[in-house]
């Protein structure tokens, strides 16, 4: 048991710390100082207690032998009863093991604790705090997504740059408090402008950007002359001042081969274009060179308008409801799923508007709770990490994972038909099957039950997700490890699908 219990330490260890760490740096951007001062911090805190425990089982097996190398000699001295020195033997080893499963248990807690700290510093660090829009890094994010949907599977998209106008002019003026709350506002217009399938962030300063999924370039054109005249009709309020700002705006559509500086840098120029011409105008890059969109029309004061309406969903006579992580998936209540709530939201309107196919996956590891409670927490981690390391090796990179709680996982695959889903899932659910963890002579093995489900006109995330749910509870009422599909009318296993094609 002693020996058990120090692999599964180590075991845990190493593949925690490498998990953790390995989340926050391997990323598609470069950190603040202060964000990366912070990583450097928890993870030398990581460290730190890798090192304690290394420690604290270095004394535990030191304190192992010199029990065995007294029981040893004792065994020889004929004087000393052999059941006492047994039975003191015994105490002993019971005495150190008990240090040590505390040790670990302490150990374990300081760990999960540094883990939520960097789980934390990367959803807050997705966020830009003075506008609330998804700052640089998520932009970036999705931006690499859309250009792998894009070399996989043709699907355009548009980006829109966008400058708040003689900004430095505000700011010297009126105080740079002043130009916080016009940017606040710039935010807030877009947030009503776009669509909830586009992703607007703020890219820098005083300047924003959009992207816009399964949009060509006309559509795009259009869609920044919307923001253009909206802002331009806006009134920013500070104090007693009113201040009407206007911006200037360049469209770009990613073209064949292109690389996603290429496309930022032909809207740069297209907005560089527009401010040139007098500003508070759109202008397109087509590839070729920069062109005016149209002559803006003079900025108005604001009139009452009615909100925008949420975008409807086809099929259904009202919009969906708000979402929420709660109202949506009840069961995703632990590991921060908001960000593939909203993601999952933006993909669906995506996929009923332009035709484009998603399925969600559901995934649960089977009988995960008897499995931690035989083998300890322990043995969580290192089951769930070997499951994350799979899952990265079985899916695109425009595929998006969320672990929203033990043994608990949720795959939203833009652009796949449910018979290449319900084929990965059928891969990943044999490997995993037949994987073996060794632990000191030992075999750990696991299984996983899939849920899945191919987004319909009729959907809303709720639908979508409870439709998925259905399919999990198949797989796991039919005994687990394996896998079903929700047709639309009823779940169906797909071993006989795969078996046939």
């Known amino acids: 048991m002693a020996v058990w219990s120090v692999e599964f330490a180590l075991a845990y260890l190493m593949l925690g710390i490498g998990f953790w760490i390995g989340r926050w740096s391997l990323r598609n951007y470069k950190p603040s100082g202060e964000e990366k001062e912070r990583a450097v911090q928890a993870a030398a805190r990581i460290q730190a207690l890798a090192d304690r425990v290394a420690q604290d089982v270095g004394e535990h097996s030191s304190r192992v032998r010199e029990i065995s190398t007294d029981l040893s000699a004792s065994s020889r001295d004929n004087n000393a009863p052999l059941d006492e020195v ?30 939520a700290e960097l789980e934390t510093q990367t959803t807050v660090a997705r966020t830009d705090p003075l506008t609330l829009l998804s700052n640089r890094r998520a932009l970036d994010d999705e931006m690499n997504r859309r250009l792998a949907e894009w070399q996989r599977r043709k699907t355009t998209f548009s980006l829109v740059m966008i400058d708040v106008d003689h900004f430095k002019k505000l700011n010297d003026k009126h105080g740079h408090q002043a130009g916080d709350q016009v940017l606040r506002d710039v935010a807030a217009t877009l947030g009503t402008t776009v669509r909830e399938m586009d992703l607007a962030a703020r890219y820098g300063g005083e300047e924003f950007a959009v992207i816009l999924p399964s949009t060509p370039l006309t559509d795009a054109v259009s869609a920044g002359e919307r923001i253009r005249v909206a802002i331009a009709k806006g009134i920013s309020r500070f104090g007693s001042t009113e201040l009407q700002v206007t911006v200037s705006i360049g469209v ?3 073209e064949t081969s292109e690389s996603l500086a290429t496309l930022i840098s032909r809207a740069d120029e297209a907005l560089y274009a527009a401010k040139e011409a007098g500003r508070n105008r759109v202008w397109f890059n087509d590839g070729k ?8 029309a003079p900025a108005t004061k604001p009139q009452a308008e009615p909100p925008a309406a949420t975008q409807p969903v086809p099929g259904n006579s009202q919009p969906p409801e708000p979402m929420t992580c709660q109202s949506v998936v009840k069961a995703m209540e632990s590991r921060s799923p908001t960000a593939f709530c909203t993601d999952l939201k933006r993909r669906l309107l995506e996929c009923q508007k332009f035709a484009v196919p998603l399925t969600l996956v559901l995934l649960d590891i089977d ?42 996982f949720a795959i939203m695959m833009p652009g796949t038909e449910l018979v290449g889903a319900i084929k990965m899932a059928e891969r990943l659910r044999s490997v995993i099957s037949s994987c073996a963890l060794p632990v000191r002579g030992e075999e750990l093995r696991f299984t996983i039950s899939l ?20 399919a999990l509870f198949a797989s796991k009422e039919a005994g687990g490890n394996r896998v079903h599909q929700h047709t639309g009318e009823r779940c169906e296993s797909t071993a006989q699908l795969v078996a046939v094609s």
């Open 367 to 408: 009988d995960f709770k008897p499995l931690v409670d035989n083998l300890g927490t322990s043995a969580r981690e290192l089951v769930v990490t070997t499951l994350s390391e799979f899952l990265t090796m079985s899916l695109h990179d425009i595929d998006v994972v969320s672990h929203y709680g033990d043994g608990h």
């Open 86 to 115: 047994v039975l003191k033997s015994i105490n002993d080893i019971v005495k150190a093991n008990e240090r040590l499963q505390e040790q670990l248990a302490t150990a374990e807690v300081r760990l999960q604790r540094q883990a």
């Open 451 to 470: 849920g899945l489900a191919q987004a319909q006109a009729s959907d809303d995330p709720r639908s979508l997700v409870k439709r998925a749910d259905a």
């Open 289 to 296: 060179q920069s062109l005016a969109a149209q002559s803006p």
């Open 252 to 254: 770009a559509q990613i």
